[in-house]
């Protein structure tokens, strides 16, 4: 961890330091193995992907950039808010303080922050819109605040719940160059896939997608789970009232 630090250009105790770590694993490129002193910090195979990456044809590296920039749930929240590009300040700001639960200072710190992000990666650039843009969260580490560095008065909390009854609007994805949709098709009334692959795909790689899916279905039970309990723990205190 002190190495690290002095790579990012802090010392061992400096907070600048452990807010460039906590950065880093919001937006899935670093992971951390054991605890936040003496542990060890790992980067994640989109970091080395995108930092190794040399090659003239830089698609793969600006889809994975793309990616890492909406891994912070704040971050999918916006985009999926606004699609098709952000608005006033002021409007994202009122939705991320009455929809999100931020406050004022820390939502008008989240707008400047998010649009460098958008501007840098490209998130409503015409020919980049949707190419995979909800990130996935297997590779990424826990995302957890680390102490109050995830409070709600911060610029990036670990996992704001979306608004009550919101729908959320998807761009069309466009099948970019060296991609081909695999396959699609409905998921209930109001829900559809698409399966965009690029590559070779084989048997090896759609048993490796069904253990993903699988993975990905267990932490969504998990969210509902945990989703049920706070509901029921606030009807249990509402009754008490």
Known sequence: MASAFAAWGYGAKSSGGRET????????????????????VKLTEKALRIILDKREDQTEKRKLIRELALTPAVHKALFEQFPHGLKSDATVEHYL?????????????????????????????????????????????????????????SPLPASPKPPSGSSTITPEVKVMTGE???????????????????????????????????????????????LENEDAGYQQWKQGQ
């Open 97 to 153: 303080i009455f929809e999100q639960s931020y406050n004022q200072s820390a939502a008008s710190e989240i707008v400047a922050e998010y649009r460098a992000t958008a501007d840098y990666a490209g998130l409503y650039d015409p020919a980049n819109v949707t190419v995979n843009l909800v990130p996935a969260s297997l590779d990424v580490g826990s995302t957890e605040p680390e102490g109050d560095e995830g409070a709600r008065n």
């Open 21 to 40: 770590r906590s950065a880093l694993r919001y937006f899935g490129l670093i992971t951390l193995e054991g605890d936040g002193e003496t542990g060890k």
């Open 180 to 226: 081909r949709e695999l396959t699609k098709g409905i998921l209930a009334k109001d829900a559809s896939f698409r399966l965009i692959v690029s590559g070779n795909i084989g048997v090896k790689e759609i048993e490796r997608l069904i253990k993903k899916l699988e993975i990905d279905k267990e932490i969504l039970a998990e969210q509902d789970a945990e």
